[in-house]
C-alpha cells in the first residue's frame, strides 16, 4: 500500500499566492549527466494575498541545491529548510531577490517532466508540475513572469539552444561551450517555459500577419526528418490565418518555432513561441504517414498555436480551470477542421470520439465535472472530459449566442482577460455580458458530471394536426454527486414529412411558423412538452441534429423511421447517426440470438447508399462503418465480448459476401490516380476504398485477397498499405507473415512507421495475439522508455483490442497490471494511463469483474506507487 496515503487537492481552498513573481532570469549549463540551473527571483508580496507569515514557501522536487542568496547575501542553513517538495526561507522582506542553483540529471529523468534526453538531444516539458524539477519556483499558474535563460552547452553536441522568446544574444565561450540569451517579453505561468538543446535542422518559412507584420517560421527536427515538415509548415500557416479571420487573433512574437522530440508523454505543448511535439505530430511524407496521421497533425498543429490566445496570454488561475483553456482550444480546433476540411465528417468523428472517450469516463469511477473540484494529481485530468467535453460546452454556448453574438463574446474574453491567469466563470461571464443572457443555470455543465440522458416521446393527432414531444432529462449519479439537478441544453430537432422533407414547424401559440429546417429548442426543466401545430400528417422526427448537445438520446422509432433518417434528413449528422443506430440495433439483436436474420431492408439500403454516385465519399464510408466493438460493449448492461465480437464478424461477413459485386465496383473505382493529396476528396476515396476491401476481405473472397495483396505492395501511400496490412494480419497465415516481415525490412530504420508494425499485431482480433504482444515486449526495437512505442503496443492491446484484452481467463488483466508495475517507477504518468484500462470493470461479467478488480489490488499492493496511480486505481476500487 502507498506509505502515505496522498492527500486530495480541493478547488474551495484556493488562495491567491502570496508572492507574486516580475522577473525571471534563468541560467543553464547543461549536461545530460548533470545540468546546472541558477535563477534569480524578483519577488513581492502579493497585495491581494489574504495570508502570510514572514516566510516563502517554493516548489521544488528532485533538485541539488548548492547555494541560495537572498539580496545578494547568501543564507545560512538555519535561514531556509528544504523538505522533499519544497524549500521554504524564512524571515523575507516583502520585496527582494532570491537567487538559487541547483543541479539536476537530465539523462536519469524518464518520467519526462522537467528537463530531459530525448535521443540526443535536451528537451522539457512543464505542464503541469514540470518546472518544479528544473528549479525552485512558485510554479503555479497564477504566478505570471517575465523570462530570460542564457543556455550554454558544448557547441558540437548541441549547436542549436532555444528557449520562449526573441534570441538576443550568443557567444562562444573558450572551453568549446556557446552560449545564447532568449528574453520573452511576455509575462507567462511556469507551465510554458521550455528550453531545447540539439544537433537540429529547421525547415523555415515566414508568415505575414493581418497587420503587416512578419513572422520567422521554424521546424526544427533531427536532419534525417527534413523531408517530413511540408505538411506541418503548411498547416500551421493555415491556422496563423483562420485565427485571424476567424476570431481576430493575430500572432504577437516575430518569431515561432516547433521542435519534433521523439520521447514525448503526449501530443505536443503550447510553450510560448516554442512549442515541443510529440514527433507522431509534426513527421509525414505520403509514403510514411497515414490519412489519420496527416489529419492530426494538422489539429495538433493548429490547437497548439491556437493556446497562444487561449491559454497562454490569458492563462488558467488554477488548474481546476484547465477546460478553460483546453475546452476552448479544442472548440476551436474542431472548427478550424471543420472550416478547412468537411464540416460533416469533422462532427461526426468529434462525436464518435465523445461518445467512445467521454461518455464512458462519464459512467466511470473516474467521472468528473469539467472544472473539478478535488484531484489528488492533476496529470490525471488532462482527459476527455476536459477537453472534449468541455468543447461541448463552448460549442453550446456558441449555438445558443450565434456566430455574430459569440465572436462579441470572444473578443470581450480577449480583451477583458489578456495577461490574466482566470477562470471557467469568468469567460461564462463574458458570453452573458455581450449577449445579455443570463447563463446561471447553464453553469451547471461545468460543475455536474455525468452524460444526462434525453428521453423523448413523439405523438401524433390527427384531428388537431399536432405532434407532440414530451423530454425528459435525467443525469446518474457519479463519484461525490448523487444528485443531479436538470441542464440547460439546445436541442434541435426537425421534422420530416411523408417525401423526406423538412416541414415549417410551428409551435403551438407561435404566430407565424419557422422557415423548414432546423428549431433549437432550450431545456431547462426535468420535464418539457412541446406543441408544433399545423402538420398534414405524422412526421418523422429528427432529434438532436448536429448532436446540439452532449447527451445520450433515446425516443421510441422504428427500423422503418431509421431507415427514412438514414436516406432523407437533412441533417448529415443525422443521416450518419440514424444508420449508427440501426446497425447497433442488428448487431445487439445478433448478440443475443446467433440466429437473428438481417432484415432484406438493410442490405437494400446499403446497396443504394454503395451506388449513389453524388454522394460524398468520406461522409459514405462514415455512414456504411458498422459501431465498434467497444461502443456496442457500452449500450449492454453487461459487456458480452465474445458475442459482441462474433456479432460483428458475422454481420462484416454477412455484408462481404451478398453486396460482392457493388463493393468491388467500389473499390475499383475509388483506387489509387496520381499522386497523394491530402484533400477531403481523396481521403474520402480511400477511406471508401478501404472499407469495401474490409468487407470483401471478411468474406473470404479470392479476388479480394488478391487485390489487397496487390495494394499491400503497390501502393505509393501507407493510408493504403496500412489499411492492406491490416486486413492481411487480422486473416493470418503465411500472407500474413509475409507482409509484416516485408514491412519490418522496409520500415525498421522509421520509428514513427515501426510504432504502426507494432500496433497493428496488437489490435488485431486474432486468438494468439496476446502471446504475439508478449513475444514483441522482448523486440530489440521495443522499450519502455520510449512512450510512442508503448502505446503503440501495450495501450493498443489494452484498448482498442476488447475482445483480447478482455479475454476470459484474465490473461490480458495481468499482463496490464505486470506492465503498469514496470512502468510506474520510470514513467507514472504514463502507468496512470494505462491503468485507466481496468477501471470499468463494474460493467462486466462476475468473472472478468473478479478478475480486474484482483489486478487492481495488486496494482495498489505495492509499497510507494506513484500519486497519479494510487489516485486512479483506488478510485477505481472505492466508488459507487
Ligand atoms: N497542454 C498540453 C498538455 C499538457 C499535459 C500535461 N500532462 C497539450 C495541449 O493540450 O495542448
Ligand atoms: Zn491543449
Redesign the pocket.
Known sequence: MYRETPHPIFLHDYQPPEFLIDRVDLAFELDPEQTMVTARLELRRNPAATRGDGTVCLHGEQLELEWIALDGHPLNPVDYRVERESLTVQRVPDRFVLETQVRIHPAHNTAL?GLYQSGDMLCT?C??EGFRRITYFLDRPDVMARYSATLIADKTRFPVLLSNGNRVASDDLDDGRHRVRWEDPFPKPSYLFALVAGDLRAVEDSFTTASGREVALQIFVEPHNLDKCDHAMRSLKKAMRWDEERFGREYDLDIFMIVAVSHF??????NKGLNIFNDKFVLARPDTATDVDFDGIES?IA??YF?NWT?NRITCRDWFQLSL??GF?VYRDQEFTADVASRGVKRISDVRVLRSHQFTEDASPMAHPVRPDSYIE??NF?TATV?QKGAEVVRMQANLLGPEVFRRATDLYFARHDGQAVTTDDFVRCMEDASGRDLSQFRRWYEQAGTPELHIQTSYDEATRTCSLIVRQHTEPTPGQPVKAPFHLPLAIGLLGPDGRDLPLRLAGASSPDAPGTHVLELRQAVETFHFVDLPARPVPSLLRGFSAPVKLSFDCTDDDLLFLMAHDSDGFNRWDAAQTLMQRLLLNLVEDAEAGIPESFFDAFRRALRDEASDRALLAEVLTLPAESYLGEQMAVVDVDGIHRARTTLTRLIGERLRDDLLAVYRDNGESGPYAFTPEAVGRRALKNLALGYLMQAEDAEALARCQAQFAGAHNMTDVMAALRLLVDRGGLESRQALDEFYRRWSGESLVLDKWFSVQATSPREETLTQVIQLMRHPDFSLGHPNRVRSLVSAFCNLNQVRFHAADGAGYRFLADRVLELDPLNP?IASRLVKSLIRWRRFDPGRQALMRAEIARILEREDISKDVFEVASKALDAG
Open positions: 517532466e516539458q505542464e503541469a508523454n503526449m501530443g505536443a505543448m503550447e495538433v490547437h497548439e493556446h491559454g483553456k483546453e482550444t492533476i496529470n488532462y477537453y504518468l
